[in-house]
């Protein structure tokens, strides 16, 4: 892990790592619940916001080349599960 960590209201902890990884744990446990590969590295620290509403987890991958992680462009959002009532 490179950029941090973000925690959310919901118990979810987000980070990336340099191998591509984006992985969503549970804030008590430390159990990964989700992960997804962006193919780059995943150094940046996430983003969460909402929209209307909704909330939202972001995190930029460009990878490293100073240290061999895999290089990209891109910028990942994903929807986030609305809280059981």
């Not at 619940?33 to 209307?52: I, K, R, T, Y």
Request: glycine fraction near 18%; proline fraction near 4%.
């Amino acid at each position: 892990m490179m950029g941090g960590a973000t925690a959310t209201a919901g118990g979810l902890v987000f980070t990336g790592e340099g191998n591509g990884w984006f992985k969503a744990y549970d804030a008590k446990t430390g159990a990964v619940l989700w992960s997804f590969n962006c193919g780059a590295g995943a150094n940046a620290a996430p983003s969460v916001f909402e929209v209307d509403g909704e909330e939202f987890v972001a995190v930029a991958a460009g990878g490293n080349f100073q240290i061999s992680y895999p290089l990209g462009n891109s910028v990942f959002v994903f929807g986030l599960p609305k809280a059981a009532k």
